[in-house]
């Protein structure tokens, strides 16, 4: 989506980042900046900072960073006209429509209220003589009208496509239906047909109550797909989303509860544990952890005991872990699911499981054990050795009491298994060092820098570059202190030129650049990335010299890579490449 700079400026000013900021993060004064919790990761020591000189803010921590809108498409989990949107509405500030890509931005109306005319028409299907056998199923489960209601739970008809011709009553094209994942066209007939049929409906709806995507469970017992979820669309993407959140975000201050389906989560909801959340038909992506770090520093996880489920429940810890978040499983006895337990108990019972529930490492340990035959000496090493990747990721303290009690429950020495862990670690640490010198003899292919893999391989070059552009974003007016011309082709990283070529045009035209500017043209981890350049700006005493000298070392840089590009060159290359300079010679 494309606005206008002026418009993009008014947006910012209205939404004074301290002021934004802190209506999300407790932010204490720090000198002339605010600093607090990082509200992109879990963490117990503040190493999130916020710029007001800059209007923009930095996490030293994750590398989060960027200005207004970047801190509300990854907080609010929007894209980049969204967040716009959302900071206008927030300020009061009209939206300029004739600014926008119309089409993408009436496309995402457009389904949001056919989402919304679809939920309203699949409720009151459920509540009709069509929905009877519907009602029936989730009053077995124990779902009366208040818990229906809030989540909005509907009923899609047993029939080719009711809901399509609703919809189109409703004043919806066939473009849209198809376009919102509603319906489906036969490739025998090329009919539209409605994509979910004789199935409960669960409402998907976003961080802000939008209606987003629908969630089907089947009452056919003979249909092989149990659950049918949305597709992809333009305002929805499963691996971004999770069912309830919007719900739970108000109650996840202590911990959020991961389930595996909706049903799952609803009935929690009805026993009073509003904090419970599930993926969407899909196993946990990274993008969701993302969302469940901005509002928790824990998560119970609540899978099924399954093969699949505790698969699951393996890669959830991994992921989770990943994101610093402190992780314990569920174990559900004398029962297949939470919300049988809680018919069966109580509810005051299944706090208490929660209450209990082991941390991750226990759990993962506990269920090698379960495979291992440890009357055996060689399952018991083997066992061991199962479990040390497992001890290798926990701190030194964990590792201690933990090969404490091996030791004592499998009578093994404690310094054979510290020996065996160490022997573990080490190996684990030469392997990263020669997968990381491999990587780096793979030009521009590091792995260890997605957004300028070229850093590692022009190092020098890449440090004189992010001096350069973190500079002249704090101190535009020093740009034209500059002896020699700095042009965007003097920048030898990818990345940085593409900062260049933003930045220098807006020095050359006098204007003092903003991070608002380059939102449109660069991803948030990409804004990150700019914003951590200004924030790891360290004072300069005498400013001239040191940017003239950044120019020299990139220029002395750049001779050297056209000089190596010149030794490699063979064959034809090199004849074409002499040819090049006697045609430039005779010109």
Not at 34 to 61: I, N, W
Not at 447 to 476: C, V, W
Request: proline share 4%; glycine share 6%; with cysteine.
């Amino acid at each position: 989506m494309r606005f206008d700079a002026d418009f993009l400026q008014e947006v910012k000013y209205q939404n004074e980042i301290v002021s934004l900021i802190s209506s999300y993060v407790n932010l204490k004064k720090a000198g002339r900046l605010m600093s607090g919790l990082c509200p992109f990761h879990a963490e117990k020591s503040p190493s999130f900072m916020v710029y007001p000189d800059t209007q923009s803010y930095y996490c030293f921590g994750c590398g989060a960073g960027g200005d207004a809108i970047t801190f509300i498409m990854g907080r609010e989990n929007l894209d980049y006209g969204e967040a716009v949107r959302f900071l206008c509405e927030r300020a009061g500030i009209p939206l300029p429509e004739e600014d926008m890509e119309r089409e993408t931005t009436d496309l995402r109306r457009r389904i949001y209220e056919m989402n919304k005319a679809a939920a309203r028409f699949y409720h009151e299907k459920l509540l009709s003589n069509q929905g009877k056998e519907a009602v029936a199923y989730l009053q077995k489960r124990g779902f009366e009208m208040p818990i229906i209601r809030k989540f909005g739970i509907g009923f899609a008809p047993d029939s080719w496509d009711e809901t399509v011709l609703y919809l189109k009553k409703q004043g919806f094209h066939e473009a849209e239906l198809l376009q919102g994942w509603l319906a489906g066209r036969s490739s025998r007939t090329g009919r539209l047909y409605d994509q979910f049929r004789n199935r409960v409906m669960f409402p998907v709806f976003d961080l802000r109550g939008n209606v987003i995507a629908f969630s089907g469970r089947t009452l056919d017992p003979e249909e092989k797909r149990k659950y049918l979820n949305s597709g992809d669309t333009a305002v929805f993407r499963k691996s971004r989303n999770l069912f309830a959140m919007n719900f739970a975000k108000n109650k996840a201050s202590e911990f959020l509860l991961l389930c595996e389906g909706n049903l799952d989560v609803v009935a929690l909801h009805k026993s009073g544990f509003e904090n419970a959340v599930a993926s969407l038909g899909t196993a946990l992506t990274e993008e969701q952890v993302r969302i469940i770090a901005s509002y928790t520093e824990e998560v119970v996880v609540s899978y099924d005991a399954d093969e699949a489920g505790q698969k699951a429940t393996a890669k959830a810890i991994e992921l989770l872990r990943a994101r610093g978040l402190k992780v314990r499983v569920l174990t559900i006895p004398d029962a297949k699911d939470p919300d049988e337990y809680i018919k069966k108990f109580g509810a005051i019972r299944f706090a208490r499981l929660i209450a209990e529930a082991k941390d991750a490492t226990t759990w993962q340990m506990e269920r090698e054990k379960k495979s291992a035959d440890l009357s055996d000496p060689a399952e018991k090493g083997a066992y061991l050795k199962r479990l040390l990747p497992t001890l290798a990721n926990l701190s030194f303290v964990e590792q201690d009491l933990q090969l404490a009690r091996l030791s004592e429950e499998l009578g093994v020495a404690k310094e054979a298994i510290a020996a065996d862990l160490r022997i573990f670690l080490q190996k684990r640490k030469q392997k990263e060092q020669a997968e990381q010198k491999r990587d780096f003899s793979i030009a521009g292919k590091t792995g260890y820098d997605k957004i300028n893999p070229d850093r590692s391989k022009h190092f020098k070059a890449a440090q004189a570059e992010e001096m350069l552009l973190g500079r002249l974003f704090t101190h535009p007016e020093e740009y034209a202190s500059l002896k020699d011309p700095l042009m965007p082709e003097d920048f030898i990283t990818p990345f940085n030129k593409r900062v260049a070529e933003c930045l220098i045009p807006e020095l050359e035209a006098g204007n003092r650049p903003d991070l608002c500017r380059f939102g449109e043209r660069f991803t948030p981890e990409e804004v990150g990335r700019i914003s951590g350049m200004m924030a790891k700006m360290p004072p300069i005493s005498d400013p001239e010299a040191v940017l003239a000298d950044c120019v020299a070392t990139l220029k002395a840089e750049k001779e050297k890579k056209s000089a190596k590009d010149v030794a490699d060159l063979q064959g034809d290359d090199l004849k074409a490449f002499i040819a090049g300079l006697g045609k430039k010679k005779k010109s």
